[in-house]
């Protein structure tokens, strides 16, 4: 026969494992920082109003992009990679 103060300390320990788990915190997507449509960049690639350096390159390039072609490119702000 199960003691009735195990029986007491096993209840507390369950409620206390709910009490923990209520309160966790939510895990949260990280965001990421939307980048500007245009940049006023200087002739050697430096963004005027923030002062990071900009830069892109075309990786794949499938048809006119601008007559219904596809692009795949990336931008590189600063020390972000996008």
Known sequence: MIGRHFITLLASIVVGAFA??????????????????????????VDLVTGEFVTSASDVVIG????????????????QLG
């Open 20 to 45: 923990l788990l209520a309160h966790a915190p939510n895990a949260e997507a990280q965001v990421q920082p939307t980048p500007p449509e245009h940049y006023t960049l200087d002739p050697r690639g």
């Open 64 to 79: 006119q992009p601008g007559q219904g072609g596809i692009a795949f490119g990336r931008a590189r702000v600063g020390h």
